[in-house]
């Protein structure tokens, strides 16, 4: 392998990301964004916390109580894989930013709580 290059299996989610980047707007793509976002975990966790904070934001901005548990779910995933990666210190004040700037849903707002979040 030449110096540089990617193992493989990575260019396959450098690719999948870039993808994903270019049909965020879509709603149709957001189940891809989430197996991208899996997929990336463990080779590209930074990207990986952008797919999934980004789908949270996108569900909150859908309204509705199913979207909110939804995205409570994927936060209980953002917290895990912030923990995993040593960024568990920007947790707390991603959850604050995140209540204080939907602190007018107060359903979102009642799901965090329901969630343990």
């Known amino acids: 392998r030449a110096a540089g290059q990617n193992p493989p299996g990575e260019n396959d989610v450098d690719r999948a990301i ?3 980047d270019a049909h965020a707007a879509d709603q149709a793509g ?3 964004e989430l197996e991208v976002a899996k997929a990336a975990e463990r080779s590209r966790p930074a990207e990986a916390l952008k797919l999934y904070r980004d789908h949270v934001e996108r569900l909150i901005a859908a309204r509705g109580r199913a979207n909110y548990a939804e995205a409570c779910a994927l936060l209980r995933k953002v917290r895990a894989l912030m923990k995993r990666t040593g960024a568990a210190r920007n947790w707390a004040s991603y959850l604050d930013e995140l209540r ?3 602190r ?4 979102f707002l009642e799901e965090l709580d329901a969630a343990g979040l």
């Open 18 to 20: 870039a993808l994903v």
């Open 30 to 32: 957001w189940g891809l």
């Open 100 to 102: 204080q700037h939907h």
């Open 104 to 107: 007018t849903l107060r359903a």
